[in-house]
């Protein structure tokens, strides 16, 4: 038996868990040597009493592991597993974290440089908006945007992505092949399709529960380098997903929102308890580690609610933007003009872009926007 069996048979026993078989290949060398253990061997492990040893020493009684590897075969999906160089780095801290991934789609290493776009499903006209303009922004940058594919602010985290040509990845709170919520299925097809991954860690026939979505969420709040909380109410699973890369050590976002709309109660007292308050894309950038210019999109960049005549500049941006013009510049030509290092240089570029201002053109050349 395979490695990749093995993790598969015991990631398809139920009432383990990740933790519990992280432990169990600790003790044994490795997870063949779980499935080949004697259950009085397996209740000398710290956690694992009689019932889980019987079930873990019986285990082809319990899962139907070829018929699982014909489904994914035969959906074109494939297993993802911490021997994989796309594993999320981020998980290799996670001592909770997934013992592997189905994926319909294909995961990049480069999706570790990814950010979690959260909400409330019930959402508004300015939640809706508000995410799809930040989710552009942020793909188009080159960050990687992960949302759970629920209706709502993940629905516009994910399409704002796609619209920047932008990569995303949508979690599930089920198998692949009960995907939820089902009138999101030509959606999961688009990120499918070249764009990113819908991914699970649920066997592929699982139904969504009410246990299955906090599990989802977990996954969304370990894999990215920060969290963006659009719209949500004072008591949201948006919260607790937040709540809960905090306690992963995570950048915590959270877009503002009228002090007499309930809808904006979560994300208002996340930013009075500490959250950095979000109004467009730079501003998450500005708290990342930089991106190499290269993880860009073609996409044209064009913020709707930036109008060049309203904005006040800084003194850097100021300087950069005064060498520009229409004739293409190169980022020597521009750092040496300005008289700046090159990482400020880079970062006010960006946001002169995100304003709609500057123009990145191929072989990062650089003009003044119309």
């Known amino acids: 038996m395979t490695f990749l069996e093995s993790i598969?048979?015991?990631?398809?026993?139920?009432?383990?868990?990740?933790?519990?078989?992280?432990?169990?290949?600790q003790h044994f060398g490795g997870a063949e040597?779980?499935?080949?253990?004697?259950?009085?061997?397996?209740?000398?492990?710290?956690?694992?009493?009689?019932?889980?040893?019987?079930?873990?020493?019986?285990?082809?009684?319990?899962?139907?592991?070829?018929?699982?590897?014909?489904?994914?075969?035969?959906?074109?999906?494939?297993?993802?597993?911490?021997?994989?160089?796309?594993?999320?780095?981020?998980?290799?801290?996670?001592?909770?974290?997934?013992l592997l991934l189905y994926v319909w789609g294909n995961v990049l290493e480069s999706d570790s440089r990814s950010l979690a776009v959260v909400g409330s499903r019930k959402t508004t006209h300015y939640g809706r908006?508000?995410?799809?303009?930040?989710?552009?922004?942020?793909?188009?940058?080159g960050l990687t945007v992960i949302s759970g594919l629920a209706r709502g602010i993940d629905t516009a985290a994910h399409e704002g992505a796609l619209a920047a040509e932008g990569r995303t990845i949508a979690v599930l709170g089920s198998g692949l092949g009960q995907l939820y919520p089902p009138e999101n299925m030509a959606l999961a097809e688009r990120i499918a399709d070249g764009n990113g991954a819908v991914v699970s860690e649920f066997p592929i026939n699982a139904s969504p529960t009410r246990?299955?979505?906090?599990?989802?969420?977990?996954?969304?709040?370990?894999?990215?380098?920060?969290?963006?909380?659009?719209?949500?109410?004072?008591?949201?699973?948006?919260?607790?997903?937040?709540?809960?890369?905090?306690?992963?050590?995570?950048?915590?976002?959270?877009?503002?929102g009228g002090i007499d709309r309930p809808s904006s109660e979560g994300c208002n007292a996340l930013i009075r308890t500490g959250a950095i308050l979000v109004t467009e894309g730079s501003q998450i950038i500005d708290e990342l580690p930089p991106l190499p210019p290269e993880s860009r999109t073609r996409a044209p960049l064009h913020d709707p609610d930036s109008a060049s005549g309203n904005l006040r500049l800084s003194e850097n941006e100021s300087l950069v933007l005064a060498t520009l013009s229409k004739e293409e510049r190169t980022m020597d030509q521009i750092i040496e003009d300005a008289e700046l290092e090159a990482s400020v240089v880079a970062a006010t570029l960006l946001r002169l872009e995100m304003r709609g201002l500057a123009v990145q053109l191929p072989g990062s050349h650089f003009v003044q926007s119309s």
């Open 8 to 25: 598969l048979a015991l990631n398809l026993l139920p009432g383990i868990g990740p933790i519990r078989v992280r432990r169990l290949i």
């Open 33 to 98: 040597g779980v499935l080949r253990a004697h259950r009085d061997k397996l209740t000398a492990v710290s956690g694992i009493g009689s019932d889980i040893a019987s079930m873990i020493a019986s285990w082809e009684d319990h899962v139907d592991l070829q018929g699982e590897l014909a489904s994914i075969k035969s959906r074109g999906l494939t297993l993802l597993t911490p021997e994989d160089s796309a594993w999320p780095r981020p998980f290799h801290h996670l001592p909770d974290a997934p």
């Open 129 to 141: 908006d508000c995410t799809h303009k930040l989710s552009f922004q942020l793909a188009h940058m």
């Open 211 to 256: 246990y299955t979505f906090p599990q989802r969420n977990r996954i969304v709040a370990g894999w990215c380098e920060g969290i963006l909380v659009v719209e949500c109410a004072k008591r949201s699973g948006a919260l607790i997903t937040a709540n809960l890369a905090a306690e992963y050590g995570k950048h915590i976002f959270a877009v503002p």
